[in-house]
């Protein structure tokens, strides 16, 4: 099939699909007169229940938690799938036909000293704001999701810093790995706790607390948010660490021909 | 103006469609999958949405406040992850297919078979 034909081709199906949408949306209730009897059912009664304040989060860990679960190992195994794919072949040999790969002689342009101090500087604080995002998840608009992406990100800053080696050495793969299991196990774990005490899984079994909102609040709502925020910082590290790999293997083997 | 935010939607996925069937880069065709993807937010966000409603957190307002609907916006936050994993998937299989092949054009990658 040609590119010409293959857009044609699209150009009747898209035709085809925005009129099925359009079909689609002239059922659908008004925008803003949402009429869904679980939202309003939650909220109604969510702050009795759980005396937590961030209702997102409340309806992710505790509502929806057994969704979340299978949520949380979805990441988990895109991060365990990726190492697979990406992982070094008996005999695959790091020379590519890459134009980079090529270039040899050309000088990879060392970090400058402003992008290094200005990463470094950010290092601290977006790993205090991820963590304060992964433990405030009653409180907030924040969560383990949230957070976890955050706190990876304060390795990848490290990474920009231009500082590959603490970079390497900030996340033994033995550490994160353990860390990554630590998140996503807990999470079933205390499921089935819930379970082992004759109670339904995921059942909020701790102490909710007095004030609503505060920090001692909603009980395992919160200790599932701050284990989902190492489990999916853990697994970021991972994925974005797989594909840096690949860069930095290329970048290594660029160094050592050119020395 | 009722249908505008679902307009939208309708037309997020076809560009991002388009962009997919038109693309000569596997990385570009993965950016123009979250693109489709990213129609799915904005329709969850929009069909939750009730007039007049705050976001569903009540730690400094009465908890008796309209709020908009808060599952929808937990499923739009399993979109987002959903999306990352997916995303993460693809790029590495990009990476392989490179690696393999040596280019990223679908078009050339569709001439090799197997």
Excluded at chain 1, 75 to 95: H, P
Excluded at chain 1, 129 to 147: C, D, M, R, V
Aim: proline letters at 5%; a negative charge.
């Amino acid at each position: 099939m040609t590119p010409r034909q293959r857009l044609w081709f699209f150009v009747i199906a898209a035709a085809g699909l925005a009129a099925c949408y359009l079909w689609a949306f002239a059922g659908l209730p008004g925008f803003g007169n949402y009429p869904g009897p679980y939202g309003p059912a939650i909220l109604h009664e969510v702050i009795g229940r759980t005396n937590a304040t961030g209702v997102v989060s409340a309806v992710n860990f505790e509502y929806r938690g057994f969704d979340t679960v299978g949520e949380e190992f979805i990441l988990f195994t895109a991060a365990a799938g990726m190492s697979v794919v990406l992982r070094r072949l008996r005999d695959e040999r790091e020379e590519d036909s890459s134009p980079a790969a090529q270039a040899e002689s050309r000088e990879i342009p060392a970090t400058s000293a402003a992008v290094r101090v200005l990463t470094l500087l950010m290092v601290g604080p977006t790993a205090v704001i991820g963590w304060w995002l992964a433990t405030h998840a009653q409180t907030n608009p924040s969560g383990g999701f949230q957070g976890g992406v955050i706190l990876a990100t304060a390795f990848f800053l490290v990474y920009l810093s231009g500082e590959f080696i603490v970079f390497r050495r900030l996340r033994p793969d033995a550490v994160i790995d353990a860390s990554e299991a630590i998140g996503a196990g807990g999470f079933a774990a205390i499921g089935v706790t819930a379970v082992a005490m004759s109670l339904p899984y995921l059942y909020n079994y701790l102490p909710l607390g007095t004030i609503p909102g505060a920090i001692s609040s909603s009980g395992t709502i919160a200790l599932i948010s701050f284990l989902v925020g190492i489990e999916v910082a853990s697994a970021f590290v991972l994925i974005i660490g797989e594909l840096l790999d690949q860069t930095l293997l290329r970048q290594a083997a660029g160094r050592e021909g050119s020395s | 103006m009722q249908v505008f935010p679902f307009l939208v939607v309708a037309w997020i996925v076809i560009v991002g469609l388009y962009g997919m069937i038109t693309s000569r880069d596997l990385i570009h065709q993965v950016v123009c999958l979250i693109v489709v993807q990213s129609s799915t937010y904005v329709l969850l966000l929009g069909v939750g949405y009730v007039t007049g409603g705050v976001a569903p957190y009540f730690f400094d307002i009465s908890p008796h406040a309209k709020a908009v609907d808060p599952v929808v916006q937990a499923l739009a936050l399993t979109d987002v992850v959903v999306e990352a994993a997916v995303t993460a998937l693809l790029l590495s299989f990009a990476v392989q297919a490179y690696k393999r092949f040596g280019t990223l054009d679908p078009h050339e990658l569709a001439e090799f078979k197997g």
